[in-house]
C-alpha cells in the first residue's frame, strides 16, 4: 500500500484547510485509514479514523467538531477537513492504513501497516 498524503500548509488561526491521503496498489474499499500528527517533542497522536464503510468516524477529543473525515472510494482517497483550526493544531500530519483494523484500536499507531510521507499544517498569523 503506497499512501499519499497532501494540503497541508500554513493557514491562520480560525481558518480551514483540507487534507487528502491518496492510496495506490490495494483495493482502497478494503482499507481503514486513520489520520496522526504529530508535533516538534511530541509523540504522534491520533486525530481522526474512519472505516472501509465510511460510517460512524472516530475523533480525538481535541479535534471533535471541528475536524472531519471523510472518504471517496472512487477517488482512493480519505479527507480531513480542519476547521476553527488553533496554533496548538501545528503539526505533520500523517495518514495510515490498515486492511484489518480491529476498531477500538484505531487511536494506535501500531493498529496501522501503512503509512504516508506527512504533510505539514502550520497555524499562526
Known amino acids: 500500500v503506497q499512501l499519499q498524503a497532501s494540503g497541508g500548509g500554513l493557514v491562520q488561526p480560525g481558518g480551514s484547510l483540507k487534507l487528502s491521503c491518496t492510496a495506490s496498489?490495494?483495493?482502497?474499499?478494503?482499507?481503514?485509514i486513520g489520520w496522526f500528527r504529530q508535533a516538534p517533542g511530541n509523540e504522534r497522536e491520533f486525530v481522526a479514523g474512519v472505516r472501509r464503510g465510511g460510517e460512524a468516524p472516530r475523533y480525538a477529543d481535541s479535534v471533535r467538531g471541528r475536524f472531519t473525515i471523510s472518504r471517496d472510494n472512487a477517488k482512493n482517497t480519505v479527507y480531513l477537513q480542519l476547521n476553527g483550526v488553533k496554533p496548538e493544531d501545528t503539526a505533520v500530519y500523517y495518514c495510515?492504513?490498515?486492511?484489518?483494523?480491529?476498531?477500538?484500536?484505531?487511536?494506535?499507531?501500531?493498529?496501522?501497516?501503512?503509512w504516508g510521507q506527512g504533510t505539514l499544517v502550520t497555524v499562526s498569523s
Open positions: 495510515a492504513a490498515s486492511k484489518s483494523l480491529i476498531w477500538p484500536a484505531a487511536g494506535a499507531p501500531t493498529s496501522y501497516s501503512s
Open positions: 496498489g490495494v483495493t482502497f474499499s478494503g482499507l481503514s
